[in-house]
């Protein structure tokens, strides 16, 4: 072929490139370095000649008021005189935007069935079906990215009453489209072809366009999550030596520290607010930085109790002494950087603590976490570098996936 006289060192996708080996899953195919700097060298060009068009546009007269009147036409879509007109300016100026499905409805209120060229839906296994309708509607096309394996809609709707108008609607295919179930990623992998077949808590999950190269965390967050959610079919994007896990400075590793006590208020114990302020002053007396750290729990309650911890006198001197941050900087700290699983979907760290409640008299918390990998998976995939757990091992070092994770983590104490 030409390209391969031109290119020797370029990849091209053959027969001897099977879809299950690593090193074909890792490849970029028809890439090199100049042909890279191609593509860039034609997008840079084709910016440009839209800027010079944009130029001689705004010499117009109607192009320039029509442009004055975008504030008031983004505030209020539906009162403008030429809606579609308007639209079509201003995704030939500005080619994508963003918005979330609850504004949806609202902004593109008068924008009717495929009328938009393109709509890409991110977080995918987070959306609700239902929420994805209007959007898709309106759209020619759909590319549709998330993960089902990772945190699942939340579906505030009564079961009874879903239940109720999923049969009376659809009879015996109730079970199979209830929207308590499903997510946008779920219901667009069924339409796909092309995926593979997982084995999830027993159950077969077929997922569409698999992408298995992975790259946020290293060891053993990343071997972790590939056994409790992907059936080890993960592959990372380094090689074995370059994603081994090191040690932090001031003795510090990866573990498990253990923290019994009972809870005070649902899944809330006063010991696990102890020991994380313990192991925050730990890894700042070591030199990390709070920026640094993101303390995470599946329960609001936890959440609850471990800022109201951190929110008294004593613990804010001591800490903001330690970490050489400020009252002020240290209380947007704790907004950002303590939260459920569920806030902390798409972020990443470099250091995680997980928080674990519940007590041996009440671990049905416990048992709801573990229910399937999902929540699991989040929390350890959030970690870049370090993980570190903290929670009572007689609660969860028998529960699906948590047991895992203990026996891959040393067992300390804080005390």
Not at 28 to 45: C, D, P
Not at 167 to 184: F, Q, R, Y
Not at 272 to 277: G, H
Request: hydrophobic share 40%.
């Amino acid at each position: 072929m030409r390209i391969l006289k031109s290119f020797p060192d370029v990849i091209i996708p053959g027969p001897e490139h099977s879809i299950e080996d690593a090193d074909t899953q890792r490849y970029s195919f028809w890439q090199n370095e100049t042909i890279n700097r191609k593509r860039s060298q034609l997008f840079v060009a084709a910016m440009a000649l839209h800027q010079s068009w944009l130029n001689e546009a705004i010499k117009s007269k109607s192009f320039r008021d029509n442009l004055f009147k975008f504030r008031d036409f983004l505030s209020s879509p539906g009162s403008a005189n030429n809606i579609q007109g308007m639209w079509q300016l201003l995704f030939m100026i500005v080619p994508v935007i963003s918005t979330t499905f609850a504004s949806l409805g609202r902004m593109f209120s008068h924008v009717s069935e495929a009328q938009l060229g393109w709509l890409l839906i991110d977080e995918a296994g987070q959306a609700l079906p239902q929420a994805a309708v209007g959007a898709l509607w309106r759209a020619k096309r759909a590319l549709v990215v998330g993960d089902p394996l990772q945190i699942e809609p939340v579906f505030a709707t009564p079961p009874r009453l879903t239940k109720f108008l999923s049969e009376a609607v659809l009879a015996d295919d109730a079970e199979e489209w209830t929207p308590a179930k499903w997510s946008v990623q779920q219901i667009a992998d069924r339409a796909n072809p092309y995926g593979c077949t997982l084995t999830v808590m027993d159950k077969p999950v077929w997922v569409g366009i698999p992408l298995w190269v992975h790259r946020r965390c290293i060891e053993p967050m990343f071997s972790l999550a590939n056994h409790i959610a992907y059936e080890n079919r993960m592959i990372h994007g380094l090689s074995e030596q370059a994603i081994l896990s090191k040690p932090l400075e001031g003795g510090l590793s990866n573990c498990w520290y253990t923290s019994e006590g009972d809870c005070s208020h649902r899944q809330f114990k006063n010991e696990l607010a102890l020991d994380t302020q313990r192991l925050l002053h730990k890894l700042s007396d070591a030199g990390y930085k709070l920026a640094d750290i993101y303390v995470i729990t599946p329960f609001k309650a936890v959440r609850a109790g471990l800022v109201t911890a951190l929110q008294q006198p004593d613990a804010v001197d001591k800490l903001s002494r330690q970490a050489e941050m400020s009252r002020t900087e240290l209380k947007a700290w704790r907004s950002k950087h303590i939260g459920t699983v569920h806030t902390f979907q798409g972020k990443e760290n470099n250091i995680v603590i997980l928080v674990l409640g519940c007590d041996t008299s009440h671990q049905g918390g416990a048992e709801w976490a573990a229910s399937k990998p999902n929540l699991l998976n989040v929390a350890l995939t959030r970690a870049k570098n370090h993980i570190f757990v903290i929670g009572d091992l007689r609660v969860w070092g028998d529960k699906t996936g948590f047991d895992q994770v203990a026996s891959s983590l040393p067992e300390r104490s804080l005390n």
